[in-house]
């Protein structure tokens, strides 16, 4: 059995060849013209003061929208554009979209608020990426400090002094730096002290497993104070969760009980309607 794929080349499935490895297939083809045919978008999530609850920033989230397969979900088509080899070129455009958009809502709503990119492994690992940051923000004219690169453990863990350097040269451009999903790695409370980060993300699984806090989040949350590093905690739900985190002295947090990632056009409407309450609130003392 043969596919015609769209470009006259053939794909050949194996009768046997069982459903999951066959969509891969697929999503490797479809990937690959993706990014010409305008299929991506990036949706932003926005990150809050825990004490005031104002939006201090943005995180990028990639989305693919596919005529055939739908929705596809990053924790599917990121792993695959990483062994393929293409997430370099979808990188690069996501960090430029996410600067350009940034400094744009910047401009229009008077605001300084800042955006994190997600990095991945190999990104880290190619030469190509410093001076991929530097013509993004160039090119939006976001200031540096406006720009937060989140690197998961485990790709620094692939290669630590590689990674150590092209951090060290990241930093350099004025960038800040955070290690994402912290606490789902190999986290080792040694190598924290040595990589130069700004923020911890303290990943959802935790606050999760316990909306009401304990000593353990707390613990943790102190010793990245400790080391001068800023905590966000992920994937909060519930504003018991909420409290607890605010309690336990965690500066920012992210989740569905503020705002979901969503498309720029409802960014810039809930920026609206913050602005609106802010002044509101000035208004009636
Ligand atoms: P991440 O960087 O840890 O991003 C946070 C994920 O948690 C996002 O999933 C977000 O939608 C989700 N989330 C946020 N708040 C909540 C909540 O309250 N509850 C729950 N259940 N989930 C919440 P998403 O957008 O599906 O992205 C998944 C992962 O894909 C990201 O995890 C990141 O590792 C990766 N990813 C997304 N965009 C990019 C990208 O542009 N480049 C790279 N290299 N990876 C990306
Ligand atoms: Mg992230
Ligand atoms: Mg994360
Ligand atoms: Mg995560």
Excluded at 164 to 174: E, F, P, S, Y
Excluded at 235 to 260: K, N, P, S, W
Aim: hydrophobic share 45%; net charge negative; proline share 4%.
């Amino acid at each position: 059995k043969a596919k015609a794929l769209g470009d006259g080349s053939f794909q050949f499935f194996e009768p046997e060849m069982c459903l999951e490895a066959r969509r891969r297939l697929q999503l490797e083809a479809a990937l690959h013209r993706a990014l010409e045919q305008r299929q991506f978008s990036v949706h932003y999530q926005p990150r809050v003061d825990l004490r005031s609850l104002r939006t201090l920033g943005v995180e990028a989230l990639l989305r693919w929208q596919h005529p055939e397969f739908g929705r596809v979900p990053p924790l599917e088509f990121i792993p695959l554009a990483e062994e393929r080899g293409q997430i370099g070129t979808i990188g690069c455009w996501v960090l430029e979209a996410a600067c350009r958009d940034v400094q744009h809502v910047n401009d229009r709503f008077g605001l300084a608020l800042h955006v994190s990119v997600n990095i991945s492994a190999r990104q880290l690992r190619s030469p190509d990426l410093i001076g991929q940051v530097r013509t993004a923000l160039a090119e939006s004219g976001l200031p540096a400090e406006a720009l937060e690169l989140e690197l998961t453990e485990s790709a620094l863990i692939e290669d630590l002094g590689q990674s150590v350097q092209v951090m060290q040269g990241l930093k350099a451009l004025g960038v800040r730096l955070s290690i994402d999903d912290f606490g789902t790695g190999y986290s080792s409370l040694s190598y924290l002290k040595r990589l130069p980060i700004d923020v911890l993300k303290l990943d959802r699984s935790f606050v999760a497993e316990n909306p009401a806090g304990d000593g353990f989040v707390r613990a943790l949350i102190d010793m990245a104070h400790v080391l001068n590093l800023s905590v966000v905690a992920e994937g909060i739900e519930t504003t018991v969760a909420m409290e607890a985190l605010r309690d336990a002295a965690c500066d920012e947090g992210q989740g569905y009980l503020f705002a979901r990632p969503m498309p720029m056009a409802e960014l810039e409407a809930f920026l609206a309607q913050e602005a609106d309450t802010a002044s509101a609130s000035t208004i009636s003392g």
